[in-house]
């Protein structure tokens, strides 16, 4: 059974960093784009990063852009975050989701969707 | 970037009855939309990709139609395990933004 395992959240000060670890399992990891997805408490979902199979496309939300940074080991299938600065409003749960992807009569082109999810990292940015 | 539209915000049923989920995007994508399902204390799950395609093991009671920038999530039957929040999220482009949650509730 696929699994993701988010890990390295905790309190932080504001202007602080953090570095989030997802371990993958049961799938192969390399044949997969990944993402990070946050929550922040009683709010809605906000995707904030992708990066592709071989590290080679990286995208991230305005929000965080210059501040995190998205990264993958494919030997040791794991996905990271590096937070820095953090504000307030980085406060949130961290999901990693993996990229699943399917060819649809509905789409002209192939549609992407995040098809599993981890169970989430707390972050919290306060002093 | 894209903005994702969900009305009702939150809506209270009860067990048995046909519940639907309207979202609007701001601009046209095509059948790029998806929809998810949030338990509370739990991450989101994969319910509906390419707005009316069903993953995997999930039940036939879920149902997505709609394309362009007007879509529906339809739950045919409700369940106990179906009071959750629902979120659509578009993949027509990045970043991929998700409409703001549709909670239901017990009435």
């Known amino acids: 059974e696929v699994q993701l395992v988010e890990s390295g959240g905790g309190l932080v000060q504001p202007g602080g960093s953090l570095r989030l670890s997802c371990a993958a399992s049961a799938f192969t990891f390399s044949s997969y784009s990944m993402n990070w997805v946050r929550q922040a408490p009683g709010k809605g979902l906000e995707w904030v990063s992708y990066?592709?199979?071989?590290?080679?496309?990286?995208y991230y939300a305005d929000s965080v852009k210059g501040r995190f940074t998205i990264s993958r080991d494919n030997a040791k299938n794991s996905l990271y975050l590096q937070m820095n600065s953090l504000r307030a409003e980085d406060t949130a749960v961290y999901y990693c989701?993996?990229?699943?992807?399917?060819?649809?009569?509905?789409?002209?082109?192939?549609?992407?969707?995040?098809?599993?999810w981890g169970q989430g990292t707390l972050v919290t940015v306060s002093s | 970037d894209i903005q994702m539209t969900q009305s009702p915000s939150s809506l209270s049923a009860s067990v048995g009855d046909r519940v639907s989920i309207t979202c609007r995007a701001s601009q046209s994508i095509s059948s790029y939309l998806n929809w998810y399902q949030q338990i509370p204390g739990k991450a989101p799950k994969l319910l509906i990709y390419a707005a009316s395609s069903l993953q995997s093991g999930v039940p036939l009671r879920f149902r997505g139609s709609g394309s362009g920038t007007d879509f529906t999530l339809t739950i045919s039957s409700l369940q106990p395990e179906d009071f959750a929040t629902y979120y659509c999220q578009q993949s027509f482009s990045t970043p991929r933004t998700f409409g703001q949650g549709t909670n239901v509730d017990i009435k």
């Open positions: 989701a993996r990229d699943g992807s399917s060819w649809t009569s509905s789409t002209p082109g192939r549609i992407y969707y995040f098809d599993y």
């Open positions: 990066i592709s199979t071989s590290s080679s496309t990286i």
